[in-house]
């Protein structure tokens, strides 16, 4: 059976000590105790979801759920939750609608909105529909990506290349779409890299990088060739560096703490990092909400316009490439 992949916030997904059925038909309302979120806004969990042949994927019709941290460890972590199966015909088909699904053979719920902890009431009433499938479109199918450079990363600008953490707005980055475009915004911050943020390193002559190149996990880096286009029908995509990840040139590595470095341009680019063609940040959707406040502020101050979904100027660069896409390109 196929699967796909979805990426929820922290605070759209909880569990609940009990719950509780009155009423029937639209009058049908439920009221779970104990609701405590998996995590916070600005954290994230992915949802493998196996659906039957043939049919429109949603996570109330799956056959299996499994929750997963995100970003992934390496090796992977096993998953929070597995085999998730939901029965969406329970409570009268309350336990469904387009905006929550409970599975209360694991006490957990998934919602669109914000889950606050404590107590959650759904129904009684028309809204939301009862037995309405929760659709896999109501989350993103991409991680939020956080495109940071390691301190001393040379990028290619118009007064030549120019270690990363010495660019400041006003600055001029080489585009390959656009010419030079200035950066808007800089931004850093100094993390440990013995976990999740552990970051990738690409040896030299990897991706077009004249020199070792570490980035972020969740970095994208432009693919392109033949490969690319017979695996994904698109001749140039981005792929998230860690799953790139082969084990010879392109491995993840350990530092007790590193310093990451953001460029943000008015658009979302496509820049040069060590010659190696790879993006500058682009603040849409669930990735803003990973900076702090401060950060984030400073940001929709220079882009009051800012989309959540398309985050600034024209949107992405490039199309995304799935998961297992670049999986198949790293092992070729």
Known sequence: MPTTEVYIRGDQIATF???????????VKLTMDGVAPLGSPTTYFRLVITYP????PSLSTATRIS?????????????VYSNLSPEPSLYSG????????????????????????????????????????????????TPPSIPCFAAGTLIKTQRGDVAVELIRPGDRLQTLDNGFQPVAWAGRRRV?????MAPVRIEANTLGNSRRLLVSPQHRMLCRGWTTELTTGEPETFAAALHL??????RRVRR?????????CE???????????????????????????EAREEIRRLFPALSSTRGTGRGVARPIMPRPAARIIAAA
């Open 245 to 250: 990840v082969n084990g010879r040139s392109i």
């Open 192 to 196: 440990c890299g013995l976990g999740a």
């Open 17 to 27: 000590s009990s719950i509780h059925k009155s009423g029937a038909s639209n009058g």
């Open 94 to 141: 309350r336990a469904t609608s387009g905006s929550h699904l409970i599975m209360p053979s694991a006490n957990l719920v998934i919602q669109t909105t914000p889950i606050a902890p404590g107590t959650l009431q759904i129904g009684p009433g028309v809204n939301p529909t009862r037995y309405e499938p929760l659709n896999l479109f109501a989350f993103p199918s």
């Open 267 to 293: 658009h979302h680019e496509v820049i040069l990092a060590e010659g190696a063609p790879t993006e500058s940040l682009f603040p849409g959707g669930m990735a803003l909400s990973a900076f702090g406040r």
């Open 67 to 79: 929750v997963h941290s995100w970003p992934d460890d390496d090796p992977p972590d096993p998953p």
């Open 53 to 56: 042949d043939g049919t429109t």
């Open 256 to 264: 007790p703490m590193i310093t990451y470095v953001h460029l943000l």
